[in-house]
């Protein structure tokens, strides 16, 4: 697994295990993950997680991810900003996922939020992801 960009990592790994049915899976242990894991709980697209220390001694974080009648309740996890091209944006030009029903994660200077959440604080930032 190449941890050139551990954050799309962790979104791959999300995506595959809902294409695979399977009712959890694991990825590496940092802060911003365990942030972005919390929103994506928030905003009711996955189920759960929980902090491991795996055999080796490494941190990883399991989540629970979510169905309903057997059909992910992601429908697409995208990565918008990557580490070669990173996209900021301000509170008045954060992008809109599916005219408000899906979400954009925002990295700001008061945390990880949802996007609505940021332009009630009116704070910008980078924009980690986009959630369907």
Known sequence: MSLQDPISDMLTVIRNGLKAKHKEVSTPYSNIKKDIINVLIDEGYLLSFEEVTNPAGHKQLVVELKYVDGTPVIRKLNRYSKPSLRKYSSAEN????????????????Q?????????????????????E
């Open 111 to 131: 945390g990880v939020m949802p996007d609505y959440k940021a332009k009630q604080l009116n704070v910008g930032g980078e924009v980690i992801c986009q959630v």
């Open 94 to 109: 954060i992008p809109m996922v599916l005219d408000g029903l899906g979400v954009s994660i925002i990295s700001t200077n």
